[in-house]
């Protein structure tokens, strides 16, 4: 029993003492050197066995977010990605920036091919040998497994990231974004309709606001004030909506939050600042409404009917355009639309009343003009003025026919292009002159038609016209 001991005790000291043998300096060195390259793909493997546990970084999600867009939209390349194999599906997403290590593994394991290659002829029971393959034997395994994590964070962010079921999200975001632009760009449109209220002209000068602020900002600015809520209640709506899309995708999540996010605060600020610009536009009105009262009693008195189509419309065109900016909606610390409206008809019947007293003015005062011309051709002027309001008016009755003053006669030449480049010498030659036909109208007026007859030297015609028409009391047309 003891010698058995004893006999195989000397022959495991005899396998330790073989495999223990030292290497020959070719061998040891090419050990060496096949560690040292060992190490190094060691080092690399770690890096990437990090970068996969950490998954895709944020910009390589948001390409995997517009790659998974650009399959939604391609069905027949979907289904063609799905089927095509690890290696091609990261060939694909290369093509679009998204990073993969699949040529970095393939790299790795022939730098191992090469390890194992570099070391064949080294006897493998030794102990620096065996422990060399050993490593690699480890680093194809870590090569497998960090595939396979890299794999599944690759395939896990493709599906977080895809927004097949929310088809609308990108035009909602649109819709958003835009809405919150419009109340963004009108919040410093009411911080400066705010300001102007001090400005405020002096009693008998118009307030021109849309010379200082454009009345089409004015009008947006007005609208945001009104689809304010609406445009909020709409934009959380959605919100709530893409939750579920949040949760699985942070890039569509920073899309959608990146400005939106301020939109509490916007509207907050768009309530706080609403009243006092809208109290700029009410001033505005009631101003401008008491200069046009005051400018139709001037005008009145002097009996100047351009008044109306010059500064009283104008301003008048001012409280329109504040009514129109105003917001339906009732805003807090601000009149009402109402009283906004109230302001335009109460302008504009003082304007249509102001219109028919100077007209009654100017009727009262209007006189049939003498007969005064004595020129030979007195009656046939007459006769083309008589020809021509019976055609018009068939069956009225000419009352009167006058015919006050003579003449007028242009006679020139001047110098015209006739066409580009092309200059002669054109000359003009013609008179005119302005018969008043006096006829019947309705109630205590009658009308005077005034007739204007131009002969044309040199194109030798006569034009024959109707130019206006004149009320006349009838106490007066005689």
């Known amino acids: 029993m003891h010698r058995i001991l004893f ?19 070719q061998t040891e060195r090419a050990v060496v050197q096949q560690g040292q390259n060992m190490a190094e ?17 944020p910009q390589q999600q948001a390409l995997m977010a517009q790659f998974q867009a650009l399959l939604a939209a391609n069905p027949a390349l979907k289904a063609q990605f799905e089927a095509a194999s690890p290696e091609e599906q990261a060939a694909a997403m290369a093509q679009m920036g998204i990073a993969s290590s699949v040529g970095d593994f393939a790299w790795l394991e022939q730098r191992l091919d090469s390890v194992e290659r570099g070391i064949a002829g080294a006897p493998k029971t030794h102990p620096d040998v065996a422990a060399l393959y050993q490593r690699v034997k480890a680093a194809r395994a870590t090569i ?46 009411l911080r400066r309709m705010a300001a102007e209220a001090p400005n405020k002209p002096k009693s008998d000068d118009m307030w021109l606001l849309s010379n200082v602020i454009g009345g089409d900002e004015l009008r947006r600015a007005g609208q945001a004030i009104s689809r304010m809520d609406a445009y909020a209640s709409q934009i959380q709506q959605w919100e709530s909506q893409y939750q579920p899309l949040f949760a699985q995708s942070t890039v569509y999540k920073s899309k959608w939050y990146a400005d939106l996010q301020y939109l509490p605060e916007l509207i907050k600020r768009l309530s706080a600042d609403a009243a ?11 101003h401008n409404a008491e200069v046009i009262n005051d400018m139709i ?18 301003a008048n ?11 339906d909606t009732p805003v ?25 007293a100077l007209e009654d003015l100017k009727v009262a005062e209007q006189r049939l003009p ?54 002669i010498k054109q000359r003009v030659h013609y008179r005119d002159i302005q018969i008043g036909v006096l006829m019947p109208a309705q109630g205590d007026r009658n009308v005077i038609r005034v007739v204007g007859i131009r002969q044309n030297f040199v194109s030798n015609k006569e034009l024959v016209e109707l130019l206006r028409e004149l009320p006349i009391l009838k106490k007066n047309s005689r």
């Not at 009693?297 to 104008?314: L, P, S, V």
């Not at 009755?397 to 007028?408: F, N, P």
């Open 297 to 314: 009693d001037y005008a009145t008195e002097r009996r100047m009917t351009a008044y109306f189509d010059g500064g009283i419309a104008q």
């Open 7 to 25: 006999v195989t005790l000397l022959s495991l000291m005899g396998t330790a003492l073989e495999a223990a043998e030292p290497l020959n300096y």
């Open 370 to 423: 003498p007969d005064s011309y004595s020129g030979d051709d007195k009656e046939d002027l007459k006769a083309k003025a008589v020809a021509l309001v019976n055609r018009q008016f068939a069956g009225e009755e000419v009352l009167a026919v006058r015919i006050c003053c003579d003449w007028d006669v242009e006679n020139y030449e001047e110098i015209v292009e006739r066409v580009p480049g092309e200059w």
């Open 144 to 189: 497998a497994q960090t595939r396979n994590m890299e794999a599944a964070g690759t395939q896990s962010a493709l599906a977080a990231n895809d927004a097949s079921e929310y088809p609308q999200f990108e035009e909602h975001l649109n819709l958003a974004l835009n809405m919150a632009g419009q109340l963004a760009n009108s919040l410093s449109v």
């Open 276 to 286: 006092p610009a809208l109290n700029t536009l009410a001033l505005v009105a009631q």
């Open 41 to 57: 793909i060691e080092r690399e493997l770690d890096m990437l066995a990090a970068r996969a546990a950490q998954g895709p970084n």
């Open 332 to 356: 807090p610390g601000a009149p009402p639309k109402q009283r906004m409206t109230a302001i335009g008809t109460q302008v504009d019947g003082a304007i249509e009343a102001g219109l028919a």
């Open 317 to 327: 065109r001012e409280i329109t355009l504040a009514i129109e900016a105003y917001p």
